[in-house]
């Protein structure tokens, strides 16, 4: 019985081992794309933290990332394709009609994000998903 105990004891007072976490190594504006420079890997278990810095790196920062501070799945996403003003083109594709137009994006997107753009030829503003080509697909839908 006192085996148990001692074994007990000595397993609970083990710390567990920690994952690896990626920090910024440095102060990252919001909207700069992240270099392997910017990162380091640290011994902490943050949920919600990235535990590879490859899967980091080329992603653009969406907010400030401070020195030190866990990067956040939130926290980066793609780089934006399309910036605000910026001239794109419309693509509205039905079956075999495929209708093409100009238009002036009112934000910035990524590839697969919505972003509302003003179509320059009827003034009217819609909303469609960035392509990887940098068109902007927009489709019409029934309520």
Known sequence: MRVLFSLFLLLSSTTMALADTVVAARNIRANAVVTVQDLKLVASDMP?????????????????????????????????????????????????????????????????????????????TVTGSVQADGTVSVSYTRN
């Not at 093409?100 to 320059?120: F, K, P, T, W, Y």
């Open 48 to 124: 919600g933290g990235f535990q590879f810095i490859e899967d980091v790196v080329g992603q653009e920062a969406r907010v400030v990332l401070y020195a030190g501070r866990p990067v956040l799945v939130n926290d980066v996403g793609p780089p934006a394709l399309v910036e605000r003003n910026q001239i794109v083109t419309l693509a509205y594709v039905s079956g075999p009609l495929t209708i093409l137009a100009e238009g002036r994006s009112l934000g910035r997107a990524g590839i697969g994000d919505r972003v509302r753009i003003l179509n320059l030829s009827s003034r009217t």
